[in-house]
């Protein structure tokens, strides 16, 4: 299915050329690389692929805005790495923790929350929050041409994934209004979490550890144990994509 233009935002250019090529030939019912719909599977990564990365993650700032709003609550941060680095504005040491230190921050600062609080929590701030740099809310801070490729390969029979570094809880509040993705559909990192009995209601409480850490070679785990399909097609944007792309090919 070829609108009048596609993807109107992409530049001309080979990039672009083979975006339309491979989708004509997994498409073309009398050509030998057809695919069937049902196998038609593509992932995009999330941080600096879909929405903002740089300077630092969108999850990574939600996660120092908990740490400042709970930090009169654990005094002992003063002196426990990353959140020192947190609480002394240093970004660098911050950064040097990785996804792992992100987790440690999301674990000690979400944990004990049931899953729809967390949720609640997390889509009001991207909801509200702007950012630095743009003075805009990090919900809407999202690339134009994705969007249009995300439509261009779902109105070519194509099913769209997040697999992502990025918490699975952080993101999916958000990934169906922004990118038409609903949250069955998405993949990501995951801290622990056990099934309880609050109030009479059972719910899923979210615990201080770390379940999975969707990046890298994780990535290709993820997919398997989330999808069961090996995807024909990967959008990533860093090294913590390689195994994907490596996986789809």
């Given at each position: 299915?070829?609108?009048?233009?596609?993807?109107?935002?992409?530049?001309?250019?080979?990039?672009?050329?083979?975006?339309?090529?491979?989708?004509?030939?997994?498409?073309?019912?009398?050509?030998?690389?057809?695919?069937?719909?049902?196998?038609?599977?593509?992932?995009?990564?999330?941080?600096?692929?879909?929405?903002?990365?740089?300077?630092?993650?969108?999850?990574?700032?939600?996660?120092?805005?908990?740490?400042?709003?709970?930090?009169?609550?654990?005094?002992?941060?003063?002196?426990?790495?990353?959140?020192?680095?947190?609480?002394?504005?240093?970004?660098?040491?911050?950064?040097?923790?990785?996804?792992?230190?992100?987790?440690?921050?999301?674990?000690?600062?979400?944990?004990?929350?049931?899953?729809?609080?967390?949720?609640?929590?997390?889509?009001?701030?991207?909801?509200?929050?702007?950012?630095?740099?743009?003075?805009?809310?990090?919900?809407?801070?999202?690339?134009?041409?994705m969007?249009?490729?995300?439509?261009?390969?779902?109105?070519?029979?194509?099913?769209?994934?997040?697999?992502?570094?990025?918490?699975?809880a952080?993101?999916?509040?958000?990934?169906?209004?922004?990118?038409?993705?609903?949250?069955?559909?998405?993949?990501?990192?995951?801290?622990?979490?056990?099934?309880?009995?609050r109030?009479?209601?059972?719910?899923?409480?979210?615990?201080?550890?770390?379940?999975?850490?969707?990046?890298?070679?994780?990535?290709?785990?993820g997919?398997?144990?989330?999808?069961?399909?090996?995807?024909?097609?990967?959008?990533?944007?860093?090294?913590?994509?390689?195994?994907?792309?490596e996986?789809?090919?």
């Amino acid at each position: 299915v070829y609108a009048a233009d596609p993807l109107p935002s992409w530049n001309e250019g080979p990039a672009r050329d083979r975006i339309l090529q491979f989708v004509h030939t997994v498409t073309n019912e009398s050509g030998p690389g057809y695919v069937e719909p049902a196998a038609r599977i593509a992932t995009f990564d999330n941080d600096g692929t879909l929405w903002l990365e740089y300077p630092l993650y969108t999850q990574l700032v939600f996660a120092l805005d908990r740490v400042k709003e709970l930090a009169p609550q654990h005094p002992e941060w003063k002196t426990t790495q990353p959140f020192k680095a947190v609480l002394d504005g240093d970004m660098e040491k911050v950064a040097e923790s990785g996804m792992k230190g992100l987790m440690e921050i999301i674990m000690a600062t979400h944990a004990g929350m049931t899953a729809n609080e967390y949720e609640e929590v997390a889509a009001t701030w991207l909801n509200t929050r702007k950012n630095d740099r743009f003075d805009r809310l990090y919900s809407e801070l999202i690339y134009q041409p994705m969007l249009e490729l995300l439509d261009f390969l779902r109105a070519n029979g194509f099913k769209t994934f997040i697999v992502s570094g990025g918490g699975i809880a952080f993101m999916r509040p958000i990934t169906e209004q922004a990118y038409g993705i609903p949250p069955e559909q998405v993949v990501g990192s995951r801290i622990k979490s056990e099934y309880a009995v609050r109030d009479g209601k059972g719910v899923v409480v979210r615990q201080p550890e770390i379940g999975f850490i969707d990046d890298k070679s994780g990535k290709p785990v993820g997919i398997y144990e989330h999808i069961g399909r090996r995807p024909i097609l990967a959008v990533g944007n860093s090294d913590g994509d390689f195994e994907m792309v490596e996986y789809a090919t």
